[in-house]
T-cell receptor
Framework: SQQGEEDPQALSIQEGENATMNCSYK?????LQWYRQNSGRGLVHLIL?????REKHSGRLRVTLDTSKKSSSLLITASRAADTASYFC??????????FGPGTRLSVLP | DTGVSQDPRHKITKRGQNVTFRCDPI?????LYWYRQTLGQGPEFLTY????????KSRLLSDRFSAERPKGSFSTLEIQRTEQGDSAMYLC?????????????FGSGTRLTVV
């Protein structure tokens, strides 16, 4: 079973707008990662946030983590058509392997 | 060594046949993972190797599935007596010991279609 659940399932925005995706999980975690997957391809690691961190930035990406609410968000600013992909959160508890959610399918329209 | 390589990219097989997939991880990564992904879903964990030792297997990995990683380098995933429900993308990933920093590096996957 998948621990993380991304929300929304699908998101469509115009180029230049910001995109926000959320991930909720059920049990305690050690860290949480976000991955991107272009259609028919493997996953690409975007960013990792540890359980003792609240926010991280990487380029146009901003990730927040609220362990009290068991949730994380991924913000992509100034979106581009090339950002069109599926985005997955993956959670990990101590000594276990990453568990992926079902993903958010983002479409950025030119 | 530019990343994780998987072979073949696509495989179409008849139900009941055996198939084998290969994964070549990044050479300095000692951890290797197999995941399965069906359309519209996230990857589901199948099994995990640290060097040549298979340390964890998901209950999704029925007795028709077997994975090996001889000498701790490349890995193979074999599915015997394939069923239509085995149709999926099979993803391999590798990571260094300090994966908490670097995360997983995924290959492009092998798409299996069982007809």
């Amino acid at each position: 079973s998948q621990q993380g659940e991304e929300d929304p399932q699908a998101l469509s925005i115009q180029e230049g707008e910001n995109a926000t995706m959320n991930c909720s999980y059920k049990t305690s975690i050690n860290n949480l990662q976000w991955y991107r997957q272009n259609s028919g391809r493997g996953l690409v690691h975007l960013i990792l946030i540890r359980s003792n961190e609240r926010e991280k930035h990487s380029g146009r990406l901003r990730v927040t983590l609220d362990t009290s609410k068991k949730s994380s968000s991924l913000l992509i600013t100034a979106s581009r058509a090339a950002d069109t992909a599926s985005y997955f959160c993956a959670t990990r508890n101590y000594g276990q392997n990453f568990v992926f959610g079902p993903g958010t399918r983002l479409s950025v329209l030119p | 060594d530019t990343g994780v390589s998987q072979d073949p990219r696509h495989k179409i097989t008849k139900r009941g046949q055996n198939v084998t997939f290969r994964c070549d991880p990044i050479s300095e990564h000692n951890r290797l993972y197999w995941y399965r992904q069906t359309l519209g879903q996230g990857p589901e964990f199948l099994t995990y190797f640290q060097n040549e030792a298979q340390l964890e297997k998901s209950r999704l990995l029925s007795d028709r599935f077997s994975a090996e990683r001889p000498k701790g380098s490349f890995s193979t995933l074999e599915i015997q007596r394939t069923e239509q429900g085995d149709s999926a993308m099979y993803l391999c990933a590798s990571s260094p010991r300090r994966e908490v920093i670097y995360g997983y590096t995924f290959g492009s996957g092998t798409r299996l279609t069982v007809v």
